[in-house]
T-cell receptor
Framework: GEDVEQSLFLSVREGDSSVINCTYTDSSSTYLYWYKQEPGAGLQLLTYIFSNMDMKQDQRLTVLLNKKDKHLSLRIADTQTGDSAIYFCAEVSFSGGYNKLIFGAGTRLAVHP | DAGITQSPRHKVTETGTPVTLRCHQTENHRYMYWYRQDPGHGLRLIHYSYGVKDTDKGEVSDGYSVSRSKTEDFLLTLESATSSQTSVYFC????????????FGNGTRLTVT
């Protein structure tokens, strides 16, 4: 079945790196996504990685993909208080003839001074 | 920001009453989705649409129906609201289903008393 798992909480000190981990089940997923949700808002696309890539870097964000272990991680360098939010990973699942996104439960990132 | 408007933003209703939530997009995207967000569950797909009058069920569709008579509008109806449907509801749009990112509205907070 389809399942995406994330740890629920991460606390880091301002200026340190944050690493948020995710495991997924659908080995045929073509894209894997990271979204950020701030309080009272919808989900904002942060970045995504295509399944034939191992790594993608975008400014302070680095995404690592281990297809063998179905493991995805998001690293945020020089974490700032504005990075405090809930981070969701999502895999693409193809069923019923169409692609759908399946989300994890989200990791709440707390950044403290 | 993607042109997605959800209405209403907040609603309180009584058990047994019908409720309709509206999602309106200005991007002319083919795919539209309704998700619900609950603590510890992340986002779960209720229904989705892959074109006008073309809809299908997601993983938590019981108690919900949808309609899409125009490209820009996707309606979610709770025929007889129950307390278990108290949640935050998000609409999302996508150009190519899971092969392109989903863009989310700001959500509707529904409370069923």
């Amino acid at each position: 079945g389809e399942d995406v798992e994330q740890s629920l909480f991460l606390s880091v000190r301002e200026g340190d790196s944050s690493v948020i981990n995710c495991t997924y089940t659908d080995s045929s997923s073509t894209y894997l996504y990271w979204y950020k949700q701030e309080p009272g808002a919808g989900l904002q696309l942060l970045t995504y990685i295509f399944s034939n890539m191992d790594m993608k870097q975008d400014q302070r964000l680095t995404v690592l993909l281990n297809k063998k272990d179905k493991h995805l991680s998001l690293r945020i360098a020089d974490t700032q208080t504005g990075d405090s939010a809930i981070y969701f990973c999502a895999e693409v699942s193809f069923s019923g003839g169409y692609n759908k996104l399946i989300f994890g439960a989200g990791t709440r990132l707390a950044v403290h001074p | 920001d993607a042109g997605i408007t959800q209405s209403p933003r907040h609603k309180v209703t009584e058990t047994g009453t019908p409720v309709t939530l509206r999602c309106h997009q200005t991007e002319n995207h083919r795919y539209m989705y309704w998700y619900r967000q609950d603590p510890g569950h992340g986002l779960r797909l209720i229904h989705y649409s892959y074109g006008v009058k073309d809809t299908d069920k997601g993983e938590v569709s019981d108690g919900y129906s949808v309609s899409r008579s125009k490209t820009e509008d996707f309606l979610l109806t709770l025929e007889s609201a129950t307390s278990s449907q108290t949640s935050v509801y998000f609409c999302a749009i996508s150009e190519e289903g899971g092969r392109s990112p989903l863009h989310f509205g700001n959500g509707t907070r529904l409370t069923v008393t």
